[in-house]
């Protein structure tokens, strides 16, 4: 089942690059895998570190280039958490969910999306076509609520 995921996001990829003009490289390749066995979340520095022990060939400008254009194409996302610096998040299927901890910070994604009738009512008021969303829910998860 992984290897079949892995191969169709692969497959998604090249697909996207091609069509958006953009060639397959081998670096784009090798940084685009370790982004999705990471499984995203995470920073360009922290990503060039990971890099730069398979690959110290890659510099840092090339991953920073490479982060914005997956990002430009719509593979990607840069989220602000309120760390300074952005993180890095998978973007394959056109929307991301996080609940995020106001105490500990913590981060919980789920997938179960509801808001395809808002984008319907946004789109249509608003004459905008919806391409994605990113959904970020502030509160407190169940650890900080059982403390206090």
């Not at 697909?15 to 995203?40: K, P, Q």
């Not at 990503?47 to 997956?70: A, C, H, N, Q, W």
């Not at 309120?82 to 919980?108: K, M, R």
Request: overall charge negative; aromatic content about 10%; some cysteine.
């Amino acid at each position: 089942m992984y290897d079949q995921c892995m191969e169709t996001i692969n497959q998604k990829f090249h697909d996207v690059l091609r069509e958006n003009g953009f060639r397959v490289t081998s670096t784009r390749e090798t940084i685009w895998n370790t982004l999705v066995d990471h499984g995203g979340h995470i920073s360009a520095d922290d990503l060039f570190s990971m890099l730069y022990d398979k690959e110290p060939g890659i510099g840092r400008m090339t991953v920073y280039r490479t982060l914005d254009l997956l990002s430009k194409i719509g593979l990607i996302r840069p989220i602000y958490q309120g760390t300074g610096a952005a993180h890095y998040i998978l973007f394959e299927d056109g929307h991301h969910h996080h609940l995020i901890c106001t105490n500990c910070h913590c981060v919980i994604e789920f997938d179960n999306c509801v808001l395809a009738e808002l984008e319907a009512v946004i789109s249509s008021q608003f004459n905008f076509e919806i391409e994605g969303h990113l959904l970020e829910v502030y509160g407190r998860c169940a650890s900080c609520q059982s403390v206090e």
